[in-house]
């Protein structure tokens, strides 16, 4: 199985900085798509931002100027870059990713805790 690890979650101050990493063990070309997701306590989980394989990003409203996902090929590494951190992303935060050759399987990292203090 493929196997997805996050990390760079930690606790910050409002107005604060953090990247956090997903690392994968298998080649981010055999992705269709990735993905950060989020879900805090007693709501729902979210999408964050995805990006194609071409490159192509798409972000939730909440996090638009303020969040940059990217991917690195070559570490097998997919990065989300959270600025200007505000308390209400405080959330575990879950790395997703579709297979390329077949869009009915995903795979789930375990998430990284991000807080955000006011």
């Known amino acids: 199985q493929v196997q997805l690890v996050e990390s760079g979650g930690g606790l910050v101050q409002a107005g604060g900085s953090l990247r956090l990493s997903c690392g994968a063990s298998r080649s981010t070309n055999s992705f269709v798509a990735m993905g950060w997701y989020r879900q805090a306590p007693g709501k729902q989980r979210e999408l964050v931002a995805t990006?194609?394989?071409?490159?192509?990003?798409n972000y939730a409203d909440s996090v638009k100027g303020r969040f940059t996902i990217s991917r690195d090929n070559t570490k097998n590494t997919l990065y989300l870059q959270m600025n200007s951190l505000k308390p209400e992303d405080t959330a575990v935060y879950s790395c997703n990713a579709i297979d390329l050759w077949n869009a009915n399987v995903a795979y789930w990292g375990q998430g990284t805790q991000v807080s955000v203090s006011s």
């Open positions: 990006i194609t394989t071409g490159g192509r990003t």
